[in-house]
Nanobody, 126 residues
Framework: QVQLAESGGGLVQAGGSLRLSCADSGRTFSSYALGWFRQAPGKERDFVAAISWSLSRTYYADSVKGRFTISRDNARNTVYLQMNSLKPEDTAVYYC???????????????????WGQGTQVTVSS
């Protein structure tokens, strides 16, 4: 069973940085693709970034390319989202998610993921 828990959210001024972490208490972390999504009030949950389970290939939404970096540490069962040059429009609840290796759904689609964390709030003030 995969259990995900995000941390690292908070309030930051525009132009600042935050690093989100998502720890998994399960035993098969390395065999899961991992993603970050975000949801602003009144909006749908949107794809932010993902990293594959093999080769650690990374994928980003256009809105965060060049500013955000996703990485994983399988030894620590943790995935990170380094967020730089933050903008007010980045304000949202950020969720991490895990997709099993046997699931072939698109990493860009929230419905492809099997497990979700509870979310962490990121607020960027102007």
């Amino acid at each position: 069973q995969v259990q995900l828990a995000e941390s690292g959210g908070g309030l930051v001024q525009a132009g600042g940085s935050l690093r989100l972490s998502c720890a998994d208490s399960g035993r098969t972390f390395s065999s899961y693709a991992l993603g970050w999504f975000r949801q602003a009030p009144g909006k749908e949950r949107d794809f932010v970034a993902a990293i594959s389970w093999s080769l650690s290939r990374t994928y980003y939404a256009d809105s965060v390319k060049g500013r955000f970096t996703i990485s994983r540490d399988n030894a620590r069962n943790t995935v990170y989202l380094q967020m730089n040059s933050l903008k007010p429009e980045d304000t949202a609840v950020y969720y991490c998610a895990a997709r099993s290796a046997t699931n072939s759904g698109s990493l860009y689609v929230s419905g492809s993921y099997d497990y979700w964390g509870q979310g962490t709030q990121v607020t960027v003030s102007s």
